[in-house]
Antibody, heavy 122, light 113 residues
Framework: DVRLLESGGDLAQPGGSLRLSCAVS????????MAWVRRAPGKGLECVSS????????YYADSVKGRFIISRDNSKSTLYLRMDSLRVEDSAMYYC???????????????WGPGTLVSVSS | HSVLAQPPSVSGAPGQRITISCTGSSSNIGAGSDVHWYQQVPQTAPKLLIYGNNNRPSGVPERFSGSKSGTSASLAITGLQPADEADYYC?????????????FGGGTKLTVL
């Protein structure tokens, strides 16, 4: 069974930092692109960042560019999201998701973790 | 606003058929990118419902189906059940964005009356 489990969500102050982790099992982690998707209260889903299997092709949403860093440790089957300069609008449930597809235009998120909650407030 | 446009809400009675539209543009759906659909029941993670425009993952009932034409796509649910009450999102790939190319619609809340 494919399993993804996020951790690291917490209450942080504006301007603060957090590091999210996602431990996976049930598939060959290094072979798949992975992503962080968030859902803020009252809003829809947003893919904030993704990276390919080797970790050398990375995308960031404009809303987090320059503040968040995505990375992966294929030896530990773990995905990370370093979040700096946090803003109130970053408050959301953050999901780790596995990407699947033949080419970029076919990619979809076929497995999701239960999420970890990030709250940014003074 | 979202790159992919969805109606904020739809509703239907048990047993009825509903559809949810997803309207994109020439840089995403119209460019040939696949459309995928997700179901998010309150307080749970999103779940893949339809991938590659009209394919169901194992375990998804045949009551759920997808279609795509031009710059739009639709999700249809037949034989509505109370358990179908959830938020539904379409997703595709956009080749014209400066940020993340995997984009979602704004979501549609389905209410089963």
């Amino acid at each position: 069974d494919v399993r993804l489990l996020e951790s690291g969500g917490d209450l942080a102050q504006p301007g603060g930092s957090l590091r999210l982790s996602c431990a996976v099992s049930g598939f060959t982690f290094r072979n798949f692109a992975m992503a962080w998707v968030r859902r803020a209260p009252g809003k829809g889903l947003e893919c904030v960042s993704s990276l390919n299997g080797p970790g050398d092709m990375i995308y960031y949403a404009d809303s987090v560019k320059g503040r968040f860093i995505i990375s992966r440790d294929n030896s530990k089957s773990t995905l990370y999201l370093r979040m700096d300069s946090l803003r109130v609008e970053d408050s959301a449930m953050y999901y780790c998701a596995k990407l699947r597809g033949e080419t970029y235009p076919t990619y979809h998120f076929d497995s999701w973790g239960p999420g970890t909650l990030v709250s940014v407030s003074s | 606003h979202s790159v992919l446009a969805q109606p904020p809400s739809v509703s239907g009675a048990p047993g009825q058929r509903i559809t949810i539209s997803c309207t994109g543009s020439s840089s995403n759906i119209g460019a040939g990118s696949d459309v995928h659909w997700y179901q998010q029941v309150p307080q749970t993670a999103p779940k893949l419902l339809i991938y590659g425009n009209n394919n169901r993952p194992s375990g998804v009932p045949e009551r759920f189906s997808g279609s795509k034409s031009g710059t739009s796509a639709s999700l249809a649910i037949t034989g509505l059940q109370p358990a179908d009450e959830a938020d539904y999102y379409c997703q595709s790939f956009d080749n014209a964005l400066s940020g993340s190319p995997w984009v979602f619609g704004g979501g549609t809340k389905l209410t089963v009356l």
